[in-house]
């Protein structure tokens, strides 16, 4: 008896050792960062962003200005300057050069305060989400981020049939995503990072 109880024991043990490892590594593969993770790089300015303009010692031309649609803003004594697409600091210089002309040696300091971004890095979620919408793309942003942000998947949507068209390099390329199984079941492998400029395609089921 002592022999064959230790032999289960023994085995139970070893079970739960192989459990362990395994457990470890989709772990590991899960939380591993992603190839397709996108580089880091300055937010840029983009239509119906906010943005605050301070001139050092000069209130009367300090305030807050919404991008217009074309990416322009206009502030007192400076009309029509291109923002989009700019960080704050590359905005700020801009404006200091344009104010150089009224202004002897201004100091500028552009504080973002309302953020879109530009449409051409934005995440656009299309098809059978509760709601569909263009969203701003922030840095380490990954699927289900995406998903929390559109309030999930309709009752009739096709959720493991679901689709990422991201171009790259040129091409444009479309990448098979599984909803259902992320937010069904928690299956944290089918949580993909996305990247600036991603449309996420949701199509709804037939049947």
């Known amino acids: 008896m002592n022999a064959l109880r230790r032999a289960l024991i023994t085995r139970v043990l070893a079970c739960a050792s192989a459990a362990i490892v395994l457990a470890g590594c989709r772990t590991q593969h899960a939380l591993a960062p992603a190839e397709d993770s996108a580089p880091l790089h300055d937010y840029l300015i983009g239509p119906g962003d906010s943005v605050n303009i301070l001139v050092w010692r000069n209130p009367e031309v300090s305030l807050t200005v919404a991008v217009r649609p074309d990416g322009k803003i206009t502030t007192p004594l400076v009309e029509d300057l291109m923002a989009s697409g700019k960080t704050s600091t590359q905005l700020a210089r801009d404006i200091e050069q344009a104010l150089g002309k009224f202004i002897q040696q201004p100091v500028v300091t552009v504080i973002v305060t309302n953020f879109a971004g530009p449409y051409a ?19 380490g942003m990954s699927l289900m981020d995406v998903l929390i942000t559109v309030g999930g998947i309709t009752d009739f949507a096709a959720g493991n049939k679901a689709s990422v068209i991201r171009v790259r390099d040129g091409a444009q390329q479309q990448m098979r995503v599984r909803l259902d199984d992320l937010l069904r079941d928690g299956d944290i492998s089918a949580n993909i990072m996305m990247r600036p400029g991603d449309v996420l395609l949701i199509p709804e089921s037939f049947f």
């Open 121 to 139: 890095e934005q995440i656009r979620v299309i098809g059978a989400a509760a709601k569909p919408q263009a969203l701003p793309y922030r840095q």
